[in-house]
């Protein structure tokens, strides 16, 4: 593996602080430890905007919306010349951006799209600390009443994950392209405990935390259980060597879709796989399709 391909394979790291401080807690109290392990579940790190995204920001026409169902203002980019009237939904991931996808909105506008993608929920120019993905699912449903109708919605993790269960909720779009994403929320929370070094009870304490505060059940938000009632045509990438999100979780996917094609990449990671050239041209030939 060269070193540039493994530098995008290492799974990020925890602050030693949040892992100690973590532990410090559980051993105090189990129920403190779940506040606290809540408290950063959901909460996105901002970073600044990389040297690559730079172009799409600043040629993007921008304007903050508001999300009647949640209460949340959200930042949008319109990117590209709409003269052909077709649009493409591109969705970020946890601690991304609404330019996060810029490889791939610079070939749908060569293609003849507009792409609008935005900032969820106290991510990039969006205010807040924290979020969840019902926000994210939210904020895809009033896009696409004050934007749409979309051709296409493309998802990069957790915000792949989002567009399968827009989809659910009634989303219309004609294909859908979810990367890295996500799929079974208890394996998620399971993942995000073991990474803190707590124990697995804390796991199942946390789902049952927010379904209490969100109503619901947290599993009913997996992709899969969008993935079986999803008709339209779905493409499905992840990379083998993902260190953040398992494969097992986009194969998963694609197993419970009716009308889905799969993509498996080597050495991409999580992130490198966003910019890609043969991905990009396996998402260009899907929609061409």
Not at 165 to 177: M, Q, R, S
Not at 187 to 205: H, R
Not at 214 to 243: Q, W
Request: hydrophobic share 40%; proline share 4%.
């Amino acid at each position: 593996m060269t070193k540039n391909a493994s530098n995008h394979t290492k799974p990020l790291k925890i602050p030693k602080i949040i892992l100690l401080s973590s532990k410090v807690i559980a051993f105090l109290s189990i129920k403190w430890a779940v506040v606290y392990a809540s408290k950063l579940f959901i909460t996105p790190i901002k970073h600044k905007i990389p040297k690559r995204e730079i172009e799409m920001d600043e040629k993007s026409i921008q304007q903050m919306i508001t999300v009647p169902s949640i209460n949340r203002k959200i930042n949008i980019y319109e990117y590209g010349k709409n003269d052909s009237g077709k649009k493409v939904l591109l969705v970020h991931g946890w601690s991304g951006r609404g330019t996060q996808l810029c490889k791939i909105a610079k070939e749908m506008v060569n293609l003849g799209y507009q792409t609008v993608s935005f900032d969820a929920p106290a991510h990039g120019k969006s205010p807040g600390n924290s979020t969840i993905m019902i926000d994210f699912i939210a904020s895809i449903i009033e896009i696409d009443k004050q934007f749409g109708p979309f051709e296409i919605a493309v998802g990069h993790s957790l915000g792949g994950m989002s567009v399968m269960n827009a989809i659910k909720e009634g989303l219309k779009v004609d294909k859908a392209v979810i990367i890295g994403s996500g799929d079974i929320v208890q394996d998620i929370t399971d993942d995000f405990v073991a990474k803190l070094g707590l124990k697995p009870i804390i796991s199942k304490l946390l789902c049952e935390r927010f379904e209490h505060k969100y109503g619901g059940k947290m599993n009913d938000y997996s992709a899969y259980k969008a993935a079986e009632i999803t008709l339209i045509p779905t493409l499905v990438i992840h990379d083998k060597n993902d260190p953040e999100v398992s494969v097992k979780a986009g194969i998963h996917i694609h197993k419970h879709l009716k009308n889905g094609e799969l993509m498996l990449t080597e050495k991409l990671g999580h992130r490198k796989i966003l910019a890609d050239h043969q991905v990009i041209e396996k998402i260009i030939n899907f929609i061409k399709k």
